[in-house]
């Protein structure tokens, strides 16, 4: 499901957002920032659905011009997509998206790079409750989550696919629930939940 909404020029500001859910986080962002073109990407069109249909209506009645979904998984991303990103964001992932930015998986982070314009940044969202999630941290493979293993492993694992980290750190609970998608407002309410942004740029 790709919305008809086609790419801008390059030089206006291109936002991606992978594993963009339900668009939540795309729809109010481009509302706040007509002046960007933002692209949400998902595997799963089903929540895209009505968000699709929403943003070509007239402006009055929610619609926005400076949207695309685009049904896609990370591992197959449409080559339309390559070099065109200023901003690329990983918010909350799940699943194998999940463990690839977190065992900073070379083809999936390969392929994130791919999208990147020069001096791009990539922002991950992690989130992971360590007895809720557990069984799927161990299906996983995931170790536990904290600022060493970023410094240890993942600085010169994602720098070897292209990407510098420039800043981690453990968000607090309201900063949480500040951010545009469905995800952190829910999770922002789950206090035994730690959720890390890694900030990096592309290089």
């Not at 986080?25 to 933002?38: D, G, H, I, L, T």
């Not at 929540?47 to 949207?67: D, F, Q, V, Y």
């Not at 940044?121 to 409750?129: A, F």
């Not at 060493?148 to 607090?172: C, H, M, N, P, W």
Request: hydrophobic share 40%; net charge neutral; with cysteine.
């Amino acid at each position: 499901m790709n919305s008809t909404n086609s790419l801008p020029p390059t030089g206006e500001g291109v936002v991606i957002d992978i594993g963009t859910g339900d668009g939540l986080f795309v729809y109010q962002s481009a509302r706040e920032n007509p002046r960007k073109f933002y692209i949400g990407v998902d595997a799963n069109a089903r929540p895209l659905e009505k968000i699709s249909e929403k943003i070509h209506r007239k402006p009055a009645k929610g619609g926005l011009p400076n949207i695309l979904f685009v049904h896609a998984a990370v591992e197959d991303l449409p080559s339309e997509l390559d070099g065109v990103a200023d901003e690329v964001h990983v918010h909350f992932p799940w699943g194998s998206l999940l463990r690839a930015v977190f065992t900073a998986d070379r083809s999936v982070l390969g392929n994130l790079r791919r999208i990147c314009a020069p001096d791009a940044v990539l922002e991950v969202v992690l989130g992971l409750n360590k007895d809720r999630d557990r069984t799927e941290s161990e299906r996983l493979g995931l170790p536990p989550l904290s600022v060493e293993f970023i410094d240890s492993v993942l600085k010169s694992a994602y720098r070897d696919a292209g990407f510098e980290v420039i800043d981690r750190r453990f968000l607090r609970a309201h900063e949480c629930a500040e951010m545009k998608c469905s995800w952190a407002r829910r999770l922002s309410h789950d206090r035994n939940r730690n959720v890390c942004c890694i900030l990096a740029r592309a290089i």
